[in-house]
C-alpha cells in the first residue's frame, strides 16, 4: 500500500518561508515524476510544482522565482521551498506521482498571514 505523508505546514507571516516535506513510502518514487499541488476551496486540485526523475523541474506560473521543488531518492521523499510566502498561498498542500496518482493523503495546511 502506497503511501503519502506531507508534513511542515504552519503558520507564517507574509514574506516568511516553510518547508514542505513528502515521506513516500510503499512504492519507488526514484523512476516518476513526482509533483506538489494545492486545492483551493471549491476548486480542483491545480499543480504547483513538479520534478523528473532526472531532475528537471516545472512550475507554475504563480510561483516562479518563490518556490523550489526538490527530491532525495534515497530517502523517498519530495520537498518544496517556499520563500517569500504570500496569503494568496493559503491552502492545503498535496504530493503525488504526477502521471499515475496514488491515494492521496492528508496534505499540509500553509497558512500566510497579512
Known amino acids: 500500500q502506497v503511501q503519502l505523508v506531507e508534513s511542515g505546514g504552519g503558520l507564517v507571516q507574509l514574506g516568511g518561508s516553510l518547508r514542505l516535506s513528502c515521506a513516500v513510502s510503499?512504492?519507488?518514487?526514484?523512476?516518476?515524476?513526482m509533483g506538489w499541488y494545492r486545492r483551493p476551496p471549491g476548486s480542483q486540485r491545480i499543480m504547483v510544482a513538479d520534478i523528473r526523475n532526472n531532475g528537471e523541474t516545472n512550475y507554475a506560473d504563480f510561483v516562479k522565482g518563490r518556490f523550489t521543488i526538490s527530491r532525495d531518492n534515497a530517502k523517498n521523499t519530495v520537498f518544496l521551498q517556499m520563500d517569500n510566502l504570500r496569503p494568496e498561498d493559503t491552502d492545503v498542500y498535496y504530493c503525488n506521482y504526477k502521471s499515475s496518482p496514488e491515494s492521496w493523503g492528508q496534505g499540509t495546511q500553509v497558512t500566510v498571514s497579512s
Open positions: 510503499g512504492k519507488t518514487i526514484q523512476f516518476y515524476t
